[in-house]
């Protein structure tokens, strides 16, 4: 290739790179500049605040708890109506 030839592709990319460069531009649009509010959470502490008596019940069935039913009889497990 001759050197002129590498200076037209060499400007044919430029010139090629610039037109894309500004069509995106225009289709795209500018970069957002404008500010946004976010929503912050205050500083954690170690205090544990009571539960709301209103919601949790202190009489209430705790899940954590393994309950084991046992029937009557030879000490097997019976369903909710007592059948074994």
Do not use: C, E, W
Not at 57 to 84: D, F, H, Y
Request: proline share 5%; no cysteine.
């Amino acid at each position: 290739m001759k050197k002129a030839d590498i200076a037209m592709i060499i400007l044919i990319a430029s010139v090629s790179v610039l037109v894309s460069y500004f069509v995106a531009r225009s289709i795209f649009g500018d970069v957002y500049s404008g500010t946004a509010k976010v929503k912050t959470i205050d500083k954690f502490d170690s205090t544990i605040d009571k539960p709301n008596p209103d919601i949790f019940n202190s009489n209430a069935i705790n899940p954590a708890v393994q309950v084991q039913i046992n029937g009557t009889g030879s000490g097997s497990a019976t369903t909710s109506s007592g059948t074994p």
